[in-house]
């Protein structure tokens, strides 16, 4: 039986992460009686009372998801400790006060430490955990990591030593938050349970595949952390590699976390990798420029907050991503993502080959290719494109669309996904969270690319904003014959 109890210590407590997405995502949890005996600590720099942090709780949770019942009861498991990350004592303080909370809520000494902040100090927490013993517990201990993990594959190895130092690889959650996404995890679902898509799922029958996740919000303020990332280390190394292994994954044996991850490292396996010259011929990278977005003007990236006037940092990339295995060879795995598009969506188009002869042929009208969409946000479903007659109408195909919604659709950004993960982690599955050899993997695709990038200055801004990027992202496809399908 998985054992939900736990004391769970959110390091970052007061930052935006903790108070938008877990403060909800634990209520909701509460509210649904998915925890068993819980606590939590709130761990942060600044001086706070239990009463007061248990105030902000309240507060966050309210303006996430409205006033709620039991919202008293709900905060009352909740404490504050005021911490300095570099200083030992701060720990030796936090591990008794730890251990007494523990005895009161009888949590069995299971543990799980989330990291919510700024990613220079995971290392240097993790090892203080062990040397001041707050990992010495009789039950279960778990780390919970967000993005970004590492800056490219030197740093993530650094990092995941100095983790790995104080937890073994199954107790470090890091976290997607993609893989919390309802729709992400229903590609494995609509591959495996479905004998008309698993058949056809391969090179001789898929043409191309397009994954789009375009933003329309811009920078914001997080102008100091973006210049030091961009978009192929913000979304490409993680959130979209990660939909790509769950597309062209194998099926695994079984649903374990240890077969379902081991068959998306072989995707990362089989990437080919482009290096120097030939990555221009496979990657585009976009800087935005003023535009229009919802009849609003927005600057250009280079006049945000905290970034530079002459500023070389992508905020859209787009890529033609092959896979060299007996499955994929020959299909492109087209993806793009950017900020400050046309639109907020993210979406996967499953491109089938064209029939062998159209029987139905009208002058100047091709026969549309079967289409099978994913719709991960802000709708939530499966649209089938097909061929049929329109009734009353002549021997002619017409596109007909098969839809499936997901009920209940939630508004963007609802703490839903976390939500998700949160309670993995309490249960113990990691399947959703990404193992370390995924990380490398793919920080060593993504390496290639920005090691290229960096060699030359781009000529930015190359895409106004309010559009779906450089003219170069749709030339990557025409090229090849294709054109990306529309998202909005
Ligand atoms: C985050 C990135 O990981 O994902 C952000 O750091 C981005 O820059 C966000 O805006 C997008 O997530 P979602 O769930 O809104 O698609």
Avoid at 209 to 227: A, H, K, M, N, P
Wanted: one cysteine or more; proline letters at 3%.
């Amino acid at each position: 039986e998985q054992n939900r109890t736990s004391l769970i210590m959110i390091f970052g407590a007061t930052g935006d992460l903790a108070k938008r997405k877990l403060f909800p995502s634990l209520y909701r949890l509460f509210s649904k009686n998915k925890m068993d005996k819980f606590a939590v600590i709130g761990v942060a720099r600044r001086a706070l009372s239990n009463e007061d942090f248990q105030r902000s709780v309240k507060e966050s949770v309210i303006s996430a998801l409205g006033n709620k019942e039991n919202l008293d009861e709900f905060v009352s498991h909740f404490y504050y400790q005021s911490h300095d990350v570099a200083d030992s004592s701060s720990y030796v303080s936090l591990r008794k006060f730890a251990d007494q909370i523990d005895e009161n809520y009888e949590l069995e000494g299971n543990r799980i430490f989330y990291l919510a902040m700024a990613p220079e100090f995971f290392g240097p927490i993790a090892l203080h955990l062990k040397s001041d013993g707050l990992t010495d517990v009789k039950g279960y201990k778990r780390l919970v990591i967000e993005k970004p993990f590492g800056h490219d594959l030197e740093s993530a190895k650094e990092l995941n030593q100095q983790i790995r130092s104080a937890f073994s690889e199954k107790e470090v959650y890091r976290i997607d938050h993609y893989l919390g996404k309802e729709m992400v995890r229903n590609i494995e679902v609509i591959r495996f349970a479905n004998a008309i898509f698993e058949p056809l799922w391969n090179n001789r029958y898929i043409s191309n595949i397009q994954i789009t996740s375009s933003e329309t919000l811009g920078v914001e303020e997080r102008g100091r952390y973006y210049e030091t990332s961009g978009a192929l280390r913000d979304m490409l190394q993680n959130h979209m590699m990660q939909m790509v292994a769950l597309l062209a994954m194998e099926p695994p044996i079984s649903l374990t976390t240890d077969e379902v991850r081991s068959e998306k490292v072989r995707v990362f396996r089989s990437l080919r990798t482009f290096e120097g010259e030939e990555v221009k011929q496979y990657f585009v990278r976009g800087q935005y420029g003023e535009g229009t977005i919802q009849d609003e003007k927005v600057p250009k990236y280079r006049d945000e907050a905290m970034v530079d006037k002459e500023s070389n940092t992508e905020t859209f990339v787009a890529g033609k991503i092959m896979i060299d295995n007996f499955r994929w060879a020959g299909v492109p795995f087209y993806i793009r993502t950017g900020k400050r598009m046309a639109t907020k969506s993210t979406k996967i188009v499953v491109q089938f080959k064209d029939i062998p002869m159209n029987l139905y042929y009208q002058p100047e009208k091709m026969l549309n290719p079967n289409l099978l969409v994913i719709h991960i946000q802000p709708e939530e479903g499966i649209t089938l494109h097909l061929n049929a007659k329109k009734a009353g109408g002549h021997l002619d195909a017409q596109e007909v669309k098969l839809s499936f919604a997901n009920t209940g659709i939630h508004a963007m950004n609802t703490p839903e996904g976390y939500e998700k993960l949160l309670y993995d982690c309490m249960r113990g599955d990691a399947t959703n969270f990404t193992h370390w050899d995924e990380v490398a993997y793919s920080w060593a695709f993504v390496d290639k690319i920005s090691e290229a990038w960096e060699k030359t200055k781009a000529e930015f801004p190359n895409y106004e904003s309010g559009t779906m990027g450089p003219k170069a992202a749709d030339e990557l496809l025409e090229k090849d014959g294709f054109f990306w399908w529309p998202v909005t």
